[in-house]
């Protein structure tokens, strides 16, 4: 959860004022910014998740164990969560 945490406080500098959200040229380069910061920080925890995720299902699903499982399934909702209100800050 350390990197949604660090994801957010990358992306966060990329937000826009809310009164200014409907003002075209306000967002500047922020585009750059996130590409350059934020969705390194996506891309590496998306590989690192998903091969959790299927290692903890391979090794559960053999001891017969599920209740890890469930939490492991819980990260991409938290990940969809915390991408979802990043885009919603953006303007544009």
């Not at 009164?19 to 969705?39: C, F, H, P, S």
């Amino acid at each position: 959860m350390a990197a949604v945490l660090l994801y957010m406080f990358i992306a966060s500098t990329t937000w826009v004022e809310p009164e200014l959200a409907n003002v075209a040229g306000a967002t500047r380069g922020d585009a750059v910014i996130w590409v350059l910061g934020a969705l390194p920080i996506i891309l590496f925890s998306t590989v690192v998740n998903i091969t959790g995720l299927i290692w903890s299902t391979i090794v559960r699903y053999r001891s017969g164990q599920w209740y890890f499982v469930w939490g492991a399934w819980s990260v991409p909702a938290i990940w969809g969560l915390a991408v979802a209100y990043d885009f919603s800050r953006h303007g544009g």
